[in-house]
């Protein structure tokens, strides 16, 4: 083996120990918790990687929990509706900046871009008048409201990419066939953007689903909680435990579902993000 080879090798060795190394980092903590999530209450705080014992006593409490399931109908409620009206809206004003002719498409794109860079925090105080204002305080439509804040603008950002990729003899031939815009962006355009829909309806989804600050301040009634905000709120039996096989548990029930999907439609999203990336 000449030195080059070993040079080869060598770069090819550290590569694979990089990926490892970045692997591990990334999926303890994750298999942590799902392995705590299945431990005895006694065994949660044992320094054994692998537990003594496997048991569904934390799912069990979690399930029995009339919060925790009813948090879970409102995240799906809430985040499926946000996803929905992100999408059909979103899709629309992408078309509009991607492939119809008006002044201005530059700067209200990238004032579209702006609108994702401010904290959540900075919006707060304003979306609170907001929903007292509409009666829409404590109420799952408050929140869908709320979320379009930062579903929205990202929806349309990457959609706007994907309707400039497709190609323009597409739309000519329909416009030569007397077709509406409309029709056009509903028969012809809409269908070819589906890895894009996906991805970024996905996208948002899990962006809704897991998010806690605006959950938190625009809900105060166990009813209208999201699941973010009731697993932070599992107390123990005193107020010196916390639940924490309780939390691990909920906090399964939450993910997998998410990791599922994404490892289903993962050539989607690929697909779907890197579209805009290839001129069409």
């Known amino acids: 083996m000449n030195d080059q080879q070993t040079k080869?090798?060598?770069?090819?060795?550290?590569?694979?120990?990089?990926?490892?190394?970045?692997?591990v980092f990334n999926l303890f903590p994750f298999l942590y918790a799902l392995?705590?999530?299945?431990?005895p209450s006694n065994d949660l705080f044992s320094t054994d990687l692998w537990p003594k014992a496997l048991g569904l006593d934390h799912y069990q409490a979690v399930f029995k929990d009339a919060r925790f399931?009813?948090?879970l109908l409102n995240s799906v409620i809430v985040a499926g509706s946000t996803v929905l009206i992100s999408l059909a809206l979103g899709s629309l004003c992408a078309y509009a900046l991607g492939?119809?002719?008006f002044r201005f498409k530059g700067p209200v794109l990238y004032l579209v871009l702006t609108m994702t860079m401010f904290p959540q925090i900075?919006?707060?105080?304003?979306?609170?008048v907001m929903l007292k204002a509409l009666n829409l305080f404590n109420t799952r439509q408050g929140l869908v409201v709320t979320y379009l804040i930062f579903t929205m603008p990202f929806t349309i950002w990457v959609m706007t990419q994907y309707f400039r990729s497709l190609p323009k003899e597409l739309e000519e031939a329909a416009y030569v066939d007397g077709a509406s815009p409309l029709t056009v962006f509903w028969q012809i355009l809409l269908p070819l953007t589906m890895p894009g829909l996906v991805s970024t309806g996905l996208l948002a989804f899990i962006a809704a689903w897991n998010e806690f600050l605006f959950a938190l301040t625009f809900t105060v009634?166990?009813?209208m909680k999201t699941v973010p905000v009731v697993i932070s709120q599992f107390s123990g039996t005193s107020s010196f435990e916390q639940p924490w096989g309780s939390i691990m548990a909920a906090s399964m029930v939450v993910t997998i579902p998410l990791v599922i999907l994404v490892m289903i439609f993962q050539y989607r999203i690929v697909a779907g993000l890197t579209a805009g990336a290839v001129k069409g």
């Open 35 to 39: 392995l705590s999530s299945f431990r």
């Open 122 to 128: 900075s919006v707060l105080s304003g979306l609170f």
């Open 99 to 101: 492939r119809l002719p």
């Open 8 to 23: 080869v090798l060598v770069l090819r060795v550290l590569f694979y120990l990089l990926v490892v190394v970045i692997l």
């Open 69 to 71: 399931v009813g948090s």
């Open 221 to 223: 009634t166990d009813t």
